[in-house]
């Protein structure tokens, strides 16, 4: 085994140096989504001098190394600090500190560590904002990213549909058939084997897959156009009511944002009447949805949010301020579960996670974290509004469009999941968001510091290049 990971070693770094000198980072970005989602250490993992190394974690690894070259031989120019990046450093500061002030090693059982939470969930996306946000960005290299987005959709379209219809025979990779891998098994999963996380990848590709065929010739239109059923189906078989959420909210962003006039009216009002239909015609099949358990197991599900609920903010009340510690909640509300003030079957959610984002965030980092956090959401959203409705060019408002709906599709799953436990369910909104703030600062939509700016804005040397 030696001998074939020192080959794989030397090819690693002949073909590492050559993409960090020469490739294409925004597409080095896609394929670290890719890596982390598909090729993780259920796909591979090997130890090398006593540390656990994964394909996924040499492509963070890479990435880094690959911008510092970059930016030495002058290919990346900073960009100067904005409001975005003080409440960016604010809510990071509070997180570090959060984690470290409290009692780290005391675990709850199965506990996902709280250091290993704040990398995967937290730094390792952060690496990816910042190589977003100090990109150069053009027509051309958007289209690309638009093009690797929607490729990587197809396949996870497909692999879940696979799933849906029970063909474990035909996916890739293998472990996604395993049943004791991951959780959700028979709905549509993914490479995530999460059908939450699958699902933020599902949607927003779908959006990108959408901004795509707005872009592409009268040729391809219709090949793009056939895509889009297939995203469907795959966010049909997930049987995520947020996943479906989501993919609604954004697509009706998109819509919103893109199109104009009796079109964009019909598409609208069509979408929102078919969803007040379905919720109203449906609203029991909807609650008591039969996924991998039973119908009651669902509905115990849904009911055991309002205890997460209720515990929540009884914690909060108690340490409103600085909160309980980041990824402490597993521990810290077990006091709280003998509460018999309620009607609630507070012992149903002792051996859970929490099960909403936003809860688990205020109970953590209390309000001196949860307020920044929201600020960071806010802005990102603001962003990506503000580069749609500009005067920029096309493909930069696709970009926004695109940034409205990620975060429209985040905040839906974090209203019914903790989504931020593995690296991959954060990568992709601070991916989107890392590039919508790179443009919304090239394109003047927001305020600049005092740092001297390129003499020639990067749009205006992109446009004298074509």
């Not at 993409?19 to 294409?24: D, E, F, K, P, T």
């Not at 990071?92 to 969930?121: C, E, K, M, W, Y």
């Not at 209720?310 to 402490?328: A, C, K, N, T």
Request: glycine share 10%.
């Amino acid at each position: 085994m030696t001998p074939i990971l020192i080959i794989f070693a030397l090819v690693g770094l002949v073909w590492g140096t050559i993409l960090a000198i020469r490739g294409n980072l925004l597409l080095a970005s896609v394929g670290l989504l890719v890596a982390t989602s598909a090729f993780g250490v259920y796909f591979f993992e090997f130890k090398f001098g006593g540390i656990n190394l994964s394909i996924d974690r040499l492509a963070i690894v890479g990435l880094g190394v690959a911008f510092a070259v970059q930016w030495k031989l002058g290919k990346i120019e900073l960009r100067p600090w904005m409001a975005l990046d003080t409440i960016i450093a604010i809510f990071f500061g509070v997180l570090i500190f959060n984690t470290f002030s409290h009692d780290i090693r005391n675990l709850a059982p199965d506990q996902v560590p709280p250091v290993q939470h704040l990398i995967n969930g937290y730094l390792i996306p952060l690496s990816v904002y910042i190589v977003a946000r100090n990109l150069k960005y053009d027509e051309r290299q958007v289209d690309w990213f638009l093009m690797a987005m929607t490729a990587f959709g197809v396949y996870l379209a497909v692999i879940g549909i696979m799933e849906g219809l029970g063909l474990y025979g035909f996916v890739f990779p293998r472990y996604i058939a395993d049943p004791k891998i991951g959780l959700h098994f028979g709905r549509a999963r993914g490479p995530m084997v999460q059908s939450v996380s699958y699902g933020v990848y599902l949607c927003g590709c779908l959006l990108t897959t959408c901004l795509l065929w707005s872009r592409a010739s009268a040729k391809t239109k219709g090949f793009v156009l056939c895509l889009i059923p297939l995203f469907l189906a795959a966010i049909f078989f997930t049987k995520t009511r947020t996943v479906w959420a989501g993919a609604g909210v954004s697509l009706m962003a998109g819509i919103f944002l893109t199109m104009q006039g009796k079109a964009r009216t019909v598409l609208l009002t069509g979408m929102v009447a078919c969803g007040l239909l379905a919720v109203a015609a449906k609203s029991d099949a909807i609650m008591g949805l039969k996924r991998e358990g039973t119908v009651e197991d669902t509905r115990r599900s849904v009911s055991m949010r309002a205890s997460f609920t209720y515990v929540s903010w009884e914690m909060f009340l108690d340490r409103p301020i600085l909160g309980h510690g980041f990824s402490q909640f597993r521990k810290a509300k077990l006091p709280y579960l003998a509460d018999r003030n309620v009607d609630l079957i507070l012992e149903s959610i002792r051996d859970y996670d929490h099960h909403n984002t936003f809860l688990s965030v205020l109970t953590d980092l209390g309000l001196l974290g949860f307020i920044p956090f929201i600020c960071m959401y806010g802005m990102w959203l603001r962003n990506g509004w503000r580069l749609a409705r500009s005067e920029s060019p096309p493909w930069a408002k696709a970009v926004g469009t695109l940034g409205v709906g990620t975060v429209l599709i985040a905040f839906c799953q974090m209203v019914g999941h903790e989504i931020t436990f593995m690296p991959f369910e954060h990568l992709l909104i601070f991916l989107v968001a890392g590039m919508n703030a790179a443009l919304v600062y090239d394109f003047g939509l927001v305020p600049r510091s005092h740092t001297p700016a390129p003499t020639t804005p990067w749009p205006a040397q992109a446009a004298a290049r074509g």
